[in-house]
């Protein structure tokens, strides 16, 4: 008290000031112990009891005073809103002891904290521990805070809440308690106690919010190489962990949960109840991650959501792009729209992409994001430079903001290409489907010689050069349906061969890969960049293979400033960068960037048209040598024997677009998502990217002069390509579409995408056009280098470059 200036009110919510004589007088007087009848009396004369009676109804209406006494209504049954009375009623029932703080914290919580201590008092809570948890402390924690806990199976009833202490929350028996609590219609809340980061919560309700198996398929989703070991040795619970905590760490999870249920049990049902939090004992730091209802779920949503969509003609509508001054439109969303859209979707607990951060060691220049394991390639499997149990999904552009969704995107593209269970099937042998049914090989393009000399293929142990098994044409799997855009046929596939898999397949099913799918703004703009990268990669396999010279792009003709902030960053490193014109008989632009580390007595700057590498054959190089992947030196490739010269360290990426100026843009930013694995290679500290190393050491412009310019050809400039624009995406479609036909090719689409995303995706496959890993069948591989004018006669098979492209 101020005495002439106001009464002020001090809380933990902040301080309130009541001016005026009623304040200076009635406020000392507010101590709990008088009724408005003995306030009147002391505050006479003060104040007059009309005076007094004004002042008390001010302060009642604004929720500054509380009258204690008052009837509050008997405990609401489990589940019902607050202030609810079992059936409805709202008897009145005597007040509980007084707890003045108790009734603070309620007040702040935005709860009438009379009533909010009243419900506590009264409700029961229930304690179920899981094999491997003690419910003592807990227990003890609850009776501290006043909460009765209910004993035994005949309690159940009269329990409010049930928490349920396990030490995983993938445990086995929460199956069941998420079933017995949704059949009862009651609440739970399930806790971690124990280990260095306790976790509490969210209340699982049964009408209202998602469910326990919810919650378990976005927490399998980042553990699958805990998954894997567990298939392995085949348990039948989560694989265990050692102990680590202090007592005071386990007393603090104790009170955690005991807090928790007396929030819940009060009446506070505010969205933190729903989140999952996690108590970090090391920093004190408290992280909530929200538990979203995925629509799909087998339990408490539709199942078939997924396979209904699947089993849909894909349909082409009309898409106007998005405008976008940054130069990287062509999308119905802008990166900051999308980031701004689905960025909830990112979360190391309960996200579907685990993080968005710079990829460790991308130099200053180049923007690199990485988001979480990479799906496509399972722990289990072969390793190489973008396999094992560090492989990541990743994503590139030219500011923080385009790479970050560019990593999200990619993370939600093998998420949504993944066989979670529900997807569209149909079982039946390849003979039975009929004319439906498409032969795996008319996609993967695997040589007849492949397939015969298949285990001296494997002995290299990289998942881009296994050569699989031939298909059983005779035994029965999993096919899935694709659709035609342009003719709503449908086609059918391996379901193997389009969704990844955490489970090894048949040694005699083929195994899914990247190529085609996609992620976008919109689903005709995922189709889009499922197409260019088909169409990418088949224009890098017919150079590569083929190892013919290709024209130089002109980077200073497109004129545009990041790529000299680009080519200067990486001179800084010592390097040079140069591009090559790939693009085939489709017409669509492609373009490899290129770098090499320069030797230190070279000019930086590149020669521009590409590295000055002295006189090279003009086709691929003569001298027989094996088909397939070489482990050491050999005559027309990469060695490291004398002779190789320094190593080069030579990296590359690839870009296609219908706008030339974006295919460059790509290739250049692609680029820079090697330039972290180079580094760690050459320092040694990753030793685990064989096919990588061999590459970086001993490949160098002059035994691979493919790799640079047609030194007859003129270079390329934005101006070599005839681009129109136009403002819908599914023009674009019509268009690509239309030169695929022209070729006597289809293009099948599989909408991927998943409920509980929100991001489209797609599986976009066009038999024929060829994959950029080692793939021999006959086909466009031999045709289109001749029929181009790049060579004159097709390579024999024999003479394809023995180098597999390891990205």
């Known amino acids: 008290m101020v005495p002439g200036d106001a009464a002020y009110l001090v809380s933990h919510g902040g301080i309130t000031a009541l001016r005026g004589a009623p304040a200076e007088v009635l406020v000392p007087l507010l101590d709990g112990t008088r009724t408005p009848a003995g306030l009147a009396d002391a505050a006479a004369p003060a104040l007059s009891r009309e005076e007094v009676a004004e002042a008390l109804r001010l302060l009642d209406r604004t929720g500054l005073l509380r009258y204690r006494g008052r009837p509050v209504p008997a405990p609401a049954s489990p589940g019902a809103p607050p202030g609810a009375g079992h059936g409805g009623a709202r008897a009145a029932v005597p007040a509980p002891p007084y707890d003045r703080a108790a009734e603070a914290f309620f007040d702040l919580a935005g709860l009438d904290g009379a009533r909010a201590t009243a419900r506590m008092a009264r409700a029961a809570v229930r304690i179920v521990a899981l094999p491997g948890t003690d419910p003592a402390p807990v227990r003890a924690a609850c009776a501290a805070s006043g909460l009765r806990v209910a004993e035994g199976d005949g309690d159940r009833g009269e329990a409010e809440l049930t928490v349920v202490l396990c030490d995983d929350y993938l445990a086995p028996g929460l199956a069941e308690v998420d079933a017995r609590h949704r059949r009862a219609g009651r609440p739970w809340l399930p806790a971690r106690p124990a280990g260095p980061e306790p976790w509490v919560g969210p209340v699982f309700r049964p009408d209202d919010g998602p469910c326990w198996a919810c919650l378990a398929a976005r927490l399998r989703g980042h553990r699958a190489a805990e998954l894997a070991v567990m298939r392995a040795l085949g348990p039948d619970r989560p694989l265990g962990r050692p102990e680590a905590a202090l007592p005071a760490g386990r007393a603090l999870a104790a009170q955690a949960m005991a807090l928790e249920a007396a929030k819940w049990v009060a009446g506070l049902r505010g969205p933190e109840a729903g989140r999952l939090r996690a108590l970090d004992t090391r920093t004190l730091r408290v992280d909530a991650h929200p538990v979203p209802r995925l629509p799909q779920c087998p339990v408490c949503g539709d199942p078939g959501i997924v396979a209904a969509r699947g089993l849909r003609p894909f349909t082409v509508r009309s898409r106007p792009k998005a405008a976008d001054g940054t130069g990287g439109g062509h999308r119905a969303l802008t990166a900051e729209q999308m980031l701004e859209r689905h960025g909830h979707l990112v979360g190391p607990v309960t996200g579907v992409v685990k993080e968005l951060r710079r990829a460790p060691g991308a130099p200053a220049f180049t923007e690199a994001y990485v988001s979480g394991e990479n799906l496509a390639v399972r722990p289990a499997g072969p390793t190489g430079l ?18 970050r969704v560019s990593a999200l995107c990619e993370a939600v593209e ?30 993967q393009l695997f040589h007849e010689r492949q397939f015969r000399e298949r285990d001296r293929w494997n002995a290299a142990r990289s998942p881009f050069t296994a050569v699989p098994e031939p298909f059983d044409e005779d035994r029965p799997v ?33 195994v899914a890969d990247s190529n085609g799918g996609a992620a976008g703004s919109s689903p005709e703009d995922a189709l889009l960049q499922g197409v260019l990268e088909l169409v990418e990669r088949d224009a890098v396999a017919l150079w590569w293979y083929n190892r013919t010279r290709q024209p130089a792009v002109d980077l200073a003709a497109f004129d545009e400033p990041y790529v000299e902030r680009l080519r200067a960053g990486y001179r800084a490193l010592g390097r040079e960068v140069w591009a090559l014109d790939l693009t085939a008989d489709l017409g669509i632009p492609v373009f490899a960037a290129l770098s090499r580390r320069t030797p230190a007595a070279r000019p930086a700057g590149p020669h521009p048209a590409g590295p000055e590498a002295g006189p090279h054959p003009t086709g691929p190089e003569a001298g027989p040598h094996p088909a397939g992947p070489e482990a050491g030196p050999h005559p027309a490739g990469p060695g490291t024997g004398a002779g190789a010269g320094p190593a080069e360290e030579i990296v590359f990426g690839f ?43 001993g490949a160098t412009t002059a035994n691979c002069p493919y790799l640079t310019p047609d030194p007859h050809a003129a270079p390329r400039g934005p101006g070599s390509w005839t681009h129109t624009h136009r403002a819908d995406l599914r023009d674009d479609l019509t268009a690509v579409t239309g030169l695929l036909v022209a070729r006597g090719m289809e293009l099948l689409v599989l909408d991927q995408t998943r409920p509980d995303t929100g991001i489209p995706v797609v599986k976009a496959v066009v038999p024929g056009l060829r994959h950029f890993w080692p793939r021999y069948a006959p086909g466009r591989l031999y045709d289109v280098p001749v029929a181009l004018g790049r060579l004159a006669e097709p390579t024999p098979y024999e003479r394809l470059n023995p180098v597999p492209l390891f990205v």
């Open 386 to 403: 973008r396999a094992g149990p560090r492989a990541l999904s990743g994503g590139k552009g030219l500011t923080a903001t385009e790479a």
């Open 414 to 443: 093998r998420y949504s290409g993944s066989r979670h269970g529900d997807e569209p099937v149909i079982r039946d042998t390849y003979r039975a489907l009929g004319d439906e049914a498409l032969h795996p090989n008319a996609v």
């Open 655 to 697: 870009g296609a677009h219908l706008d030339p100026r974006i295919a460059l843009r790509r290739a250049l930013t692609e680029m820079g998502q090697l330039l972290p694995a180079v580094a760690a290679v050459a320092s040694g500290r990753d030793t685990g990217h064989d096919a990588a190393a061999r590459w970086w050491r």
């Open 478 to 510: 999993d096919w899935t349906p694709l659709w035609s855009p342009a003719t709503g046929a449908r086609r059918l596939l391996p379901t193997s061969m389009l969704y990844f898999s955490a489970d090894p397949p048949h040694p005699r099913e083929p």
